[in-house]
Each structure stands twice: as structure tokens, then as C-alpha cells.
């Protein structure tokens, strides 16, 4: 069965320092997504992407944050300078149309240090 | 602005007792989904069901059922004969039909099972 692959499942990083996170979403699905849970809490979208741009942004994806596909598979997120606040597990999402069900791949969690 | 509401933040049942998480929701949409997400404790989100507000049908699967009510702005889920795989955290999700993509959810409600 198809699924959302996510690397690295893990990343430690120093604050200040740029961080990339990578997906690669089902493989005919159009629609991408990134969200983000803090330890113990909801999970909150970011940012979805569809036709090589941005559909919609969140509030907390702000100037730091940067999405690409860069080819025909993969999706990522960049974060440009981390901050504390931005250790969460970060999960990549990919639906075959906007209003279908998304499927999560397995997470990466960021710890900032 | 769109909204889920899940006031059970953590239930624990016996293993075979029936459960039901409630979730509430707040949309000024006419077209709307709702979703339900599991989050076992190894932490990815799995997707159990989808439904459009147009679809008020209740679901079953297995020993899963959904109940959608419209008029109470609630899509409840219901356990029957709760296994301790059954373990996780559950979300509630929206998302708007028109033009939006992004899934609100609720705060989750953690079910535990024991044996």
C-alpha cells in the first residue's frame, strides 16, 4: 500500500541553525501539506501546496519557513534560522484532492537545542 | 473561523467495554468534512474515516461506529468491545470544502484500554 516516507525520523539541531526536513508524498497524489505537534498537544497545520505553490499558510508559518518540491517526488520543509519553539514533531501530509482524507507519513520530531 | 472541540482529554475503559469519544465542531460552511485520526503511541497519525456534511448516514466498521448530527454539530465515535490495541490518542479533524485545505483539529482525546 502507498504511504508519506519522512526523513530524517529524527533531527537534532542548534538554535540559529537551518534545518531541512524531507517527504516524499504517495506518488499520485496533487496535494501537500505540513503540520506540527508540540509534545502533548493538537497537531496544527502549516502550509499546503498544491500546483508547485502555496495554497494556504498558518499564522506560525511565518518568514523562517520555506516549502519546495524541488522534483517530481519530493516535497520539504526548510526552516531557516530554529528557534526553541520549534522542536515538534513535524508531519508530512498528501491527498489526491483538497477535500479528501490526507495521509500522514510517519513524522520527523525536531529537537532545537 | 473554523473549530473542533473534544472535551474528553483522557478516558480509561476495561478492555470489552463499549466507548465513545465526542467531538464537536464549529464551521460556518455548508460544505465541510469531518475526520477521525488515530495516534497510537508510536506516534504516526492514522486515518480511520471521512465524511461530507452532506452524508449525515452514520458509519460502521467493524467494531468502529461514527454518529453524525448535524443539529448538534457533533460526529462521535464509538468503540464497541475496546481492545487494549484500541490504545492512542484520537483526533478529531474539519476541513472547509471551499477553497480551504488545512485540517482543524481537536486537542485529541487520549483513550486508554486496560486489560
Known amino acids: 500500500e502507498p504511504e508519506v516516507t519522512q526523513t530524517p525520523s529524527h533531527q537534532v539541531t542548534q538554535m540559529g541553525q537551518e534545518v531541512i526536513l524531507r517527504c516524499v508524498p504517495i506518488s499520485n497524489h496533487l496535494y501537500f501539506y505540513w503540520y506540527r505537534q508540540i509534545l502533548g498537544q493538537k497537531v496544527e497545520f502549516l502550509v499546503s501546496?498544491?500546483?508547485?505553490?502555496?495554497?494556504?499558510k498558518s499564522e506560525i508559518f511565518d518568514d523562517q519557513f520555506s516549502v519546495e518540491r524541488p522534483d517530481g517526488s519530493n516535497f520539504t520543509l526548510k526552516i531557516r534560522s530554529t528557534k526553541l519553539e520549534d522542536s515538534a514533531m513535524y508531519f508530512c501530509?498528501?491527498?489526491?484532492?483538497?477535500?479528501?482524507?490526507?495521509?500522514f507519513g510517519p513524522g520527523t520530531r525536531l529537537t532545537v537545542l | 473561523a473554523q473549530k473542533v472541540t473534544q472535551a474528553q482529554t483522557e478516558i480509561s475503559v476495561v478492555e470489552k467495554e463499549d466507548v465513545t469519544l465526542d467531538c464537536v465542531y464549529e464551521?460556518?460552511?455548508?460544505?465541510?468534512?469531518l475526520f477521525w485520526y488515530k495516534q497510537p503511541p508510536s506516534g504516526e497519525l492514522v486515518f480511520l474515516i471521512r465524511?461530507?456534511?452532506?452524508?449525515?448516514q452514520n458509519e460502521i466498521s467493524g467494531r468502529y461506529s461514527w454518529n453524525f448530527q448535524k443539529s448538534t454539530s457533533s460526529f462521535n465515535f464509538t468503540i464497541t468491545a475496546s481492545q487494549v490495541v484500541d490504545s492512542a490518542v484520537y483526533f478529531c479533524?474539519?476541513?472547509?470544502?471551499?477553497?480551504?485545505?488545512?485540517?482543524?483539529f481537536g486537542k485529541g482525546t487520549k483513550l486508554s484500554v486496560i486489560p
Open positions: 501546496f498544491y500546483n508547485n505553490e502555496i495554497s494556504e
Open positions: 479533524a474539519l476541513t472547509e470544502g471551499a477553497g480551504s485545505y488545512q485540517l482543524t
Open positions: 464551521t460556518r460552511d455548508t460544505t465541510y468534512y
Open positions: 501530509a498528501s491527498s489526491s484532492v483538497s477535500y479528501n482524507e490526507q495521509f
Open positions: 465524511r461530507n456534511s452532506f452524508d449525515e
